[in-house]
């Protein structure tokens, strides 16, 4: 008869009286508290950041803005928060100051001639006005009164103002013709008392058409009044003056190719010294 084969003895019990249980597979209770800690944090992460996504910030909220400031070129944000108030221009004294400075150029009446005034005078100022003076002599020039006079050139001073064909020409005086044409009435201007005209022997006057001086009859009007008046005004050269025309503030009487004629001021020594004049005896 065969013999039975002997079977160990079971464990014995815990102390506590817990058994362990044989009809499941081991390690399933570490597997379940695994996934459990798992699905939590996962849960965790999700809540955090729904509610970081939801939560407003306080610092970017009212997103880009462009900036007012011109200074970083085009194109380009400033992403600072909108101040309360809209800006202004800088005031008072700073170089981005809407206002202009108090000090200002002032602009004479022979600056704003058609055609360009004395942007210099030829001591480097503008040429100075000159008042009457019967007869004496003023600090800028001579200064004829109501009487016969003779005008001479300064850098040609052996010639003279003259009537020729019409014309005013610079001539040196021959006979006693070309002298009495050469000599005139100087009187208080036709369009400006404290201006001058100049009537010839004959009653004509010396007036500029087209920009040339000639003698012409008065005609009556306003035109021709304007067109014979003329202004003193200060020369750099003693004893001398310029002489301005009311009516196209700016131009001077000048001589070119001998001819007198209405030019426009200009900052040269040639045209200062074609444009200076001097009263003086009358050559008749």
């Not at 800690?37 to 997103?63: E, F, M, Q, R, Y």
Request: net charge neutral.
């Amino acid at each position: 008869m065969p013999e039975a084969t002997p079977q160990p003895p079971p464990p014995p019990p815990w102390e506590n009286g817990w058994v362990p249980d044989t009809s499941r597979t081991p390690g399933t209770r570490r597997l379940w508290l695994a996934g459990t800690l798992a699905v939590a944090t996962v849960v965790a992460c999700v809540t955090a950041i729904a509610v970081g996504h939801n939560a407003p910030d306080k610092t970017s909220s009212a997103g880009p803005t462009v900036s007012a400031n011109t200074d970083n070129g085009p194109g380009l944000l400033s992403f600072a928060s909108p101040s309360a108030s809209d800006p202004t221009a800088p005031q008072g004294t700073s170089g981005m100051s809407a206002t202009s400075p108090t000090a200002s150029v002032s602009v004479t009446a022979t600056a704003t001639a058609p055609g360009a005034g004395p942007k210099s005078s030829p001591s480097g100022a503008h040429p100075s006005k000159s008042a009457p003076a019967g007869g004496t002599s003023g600090g800028s020039g001579q200064q004829p009164g109501s009487s016969e006079k003779s005008v001479r050139s300064v850098n040609y001073p052996d010639r003279y103002w003259h009537v020729s064909d019409g014309l005013v020409k610079l001539d040196a005086p021959r006979g006693s013709e070309s002298r009495a044409d050469s000599t005139f009435t100087v009187v208080k201007g036709l369009a400006n008392s404290s201006c001058y005209s100049f009537r010839t022997s004959d009653g004509k006057y010396l007036r500029h058409r087209n920009f040339l001086l000639r003698a012409d009859a008065d005609d009556g009007s306003s035109l021709f009044r304007q067109d014979a008046t003329f202004c003193a005004r200060g020369s750099s050269y003693s004893g001398a003056v310029m002489l301005e025309s009311v009516n196209y503030p700016g131009r001077y009487l000048r001589h070119q190719d001998f001819q007198l004629r209405l030019d426009p001021y200009q900052g040269s020594d040639l045209y200062r010294a074609d444009s200076a004049f001097r009263f003086v005896d009358p050559l008749a």
